[in-house]
């Protein structure tokens, strides 16, 4: 086995930026989710996971200005607009900015600078799903703005498992925002899912624990740019595989990961 591609997304449900190397510590990739956009009137975080009241924010990329390196402060944030004008997070009237494109009073802050609740909605398309048709409000663990976990991972195999099980439908790795991608040749199915409650070793010195299959929601519906919107992944997921794709990680040993690092699964 071994890491196809690395992901990191600067700014909390914005589009991120692929890396060929990564530090990880041990809160997650360094610089993943630093930044939030948050509502004034509600003091919560913008998500994608509420998309009937954020609608574009996967119209928003955002990625950092230089290099990230463990061993210097983070640079600034650069953040393209759906207009495709730039803002940086040093910009002095970047949240005047971030208001006039969301047309909703917003301000750009780190976790440590506020709260960290969010909404989600439940589609009521997923007949499935009892809570369907309702928001829900939870909380980011302390001073994050992650949902669960520092480490999402999916493979190849739960990627092609879902494309067969969903012939018309695009399914790319880009729809369910992962950290870490991982081939795993020779297997079939959502492999990835065995290795809960085990230990995957990243080279020679990153472990990870994996703590528990992850939980998808309305965001892997919404378009992506050119990915159209489609409400039978997430239908096909809860029908198929109680809805899960991919897992969450907590790191057990930080230390430097790369594309193509070999990884193995330990047994705990």
């Given at each position: 086995?071994k890491?196809?591609?690395?992901?990191?997304?600067?700014?909390k449900?914005?589009m991120?930026e692929?890396?060929n190397?990564?530090?990880?510590?041990?809160?997650?990739?360094?610089?993943?989710?630093?930044?939030?956009?948050?509502?004034?009137?509600?003091?919560?975080?913008?998500?994608?996971?509420?998309?009937k009241?954020?609608?574009?924010?996967?119209?928003?990329h955002?990625?950092?200005?230089?290099?990230?390196?463990?061993?210097?402060?983070?640079?600034?944030?650069?953040?393209?607009?759906?207009?495709?004008?730039?803002?940086?997070?040093?910009?002095?009237?970047?949240?005047?900015?971030?208001?006039e494109?969301?047309?909703?009073?917003?301000?750009l802050r780190?976790?440590?600078?506020?709260?960290?609740?969010f909404?989600?909605?439940?589609?009521?398309e997923i007949e499935?799903l009892?809570?369907?048709?309702t928001?829900?409000?939870?909380q980011?663990?302390?001073?994050?703005?992650?949902?669960?976990?520092?480490?999402?991972?999916?493979t190849?195999?739960?990627?092609?498992?879902?494309?067969?099980?969903?012939?018309?439908?695009?399914?790319e790795?880009?729809?369910?925002?992962?950290?870490?991608?991982i081939?795993?040749?020779?297997?079939?199915?959502?492999?990835e899912?065995?290795?809960?409650?085990?230990?995957?070793?990243?080279?020679?010195?990153?472990k990870?624990?994996?703590?528990q299959p992850?939980?998808?929601c309305?965001?892997?519906t919404?378009?992506?740019?050119?990915?159209p919107?489609?409400i039978?992944?997430?239908?096909?997921?809860?029908k198929?595989n109680?809805?899960n794709?991919?897992?969450?990680?907590?790191?057990i040993?930080?230390?430097?990961?790369?594309?193509?690092?070999?990884?193995?699964?330990l047994?705990?």
């Open positions: 086995m890491i196809i591609s690395l992901r990191r997304y600067p700014v449900s914005m991120g692929e890396l190397a990564c530090d990880l510590t041990e809160n997650g990739i360094y610089g993943d989710r630093m930044y939030g956009v948050i509502d004034k009137e509600t003091g919560k975080l913008a998500n994608a996971k509420n998309p009241k954020w609608p574009t924010m996967f119209r928003y955002s990625t950092y200005r230089e290099p990230v390196t463990i061993t210097k402060t983070l640079p600034h944030v650069q953040i393209m607009l759906p207009s495709g004008d730039m803002i940086y997070s040093n910009d002095h009237d970047i949240d005047e900015k971030l208001t494109s969301f047309n909703r009073e917003v301000m780190s976790p440590s600078q506020s709260a960290t609740f909404e989600g909605y439940v589609p009521k499935e009892a809570d369907r048709g928001i829900f409000s939870r980011s663990p302390t001073n994050t703005f992650f949902d669960i976990a520092f480490i999402h991972i999916i190849t195999n739960t990627i092609n498992s879902l494309r067969k099980l969903l012939p018309e439908s695009r399914i790795a880009r729809r369910f925002r992962p950290n870490i991608i081939d795993v040749p020779d297997e079939e199915g959502f492999v899912e065995s290795w809960v409650n085990k230990t995957l070793q990243i080279g020679k010195e990153v990870l624990n994996i703590i992850t939980k998808r309305v965001m892997t919404l378009a992506q740019g050119d990915l919107n489609d039978h992944v997430l239908k096909t997921l809860v198929k109680e809805g794709f991919g897992v969450y990680a907590e790191i040993q930080p230390g430097q990961i790369k594309v193509d690092d070999k990884v193995k699964v047994d705990l």
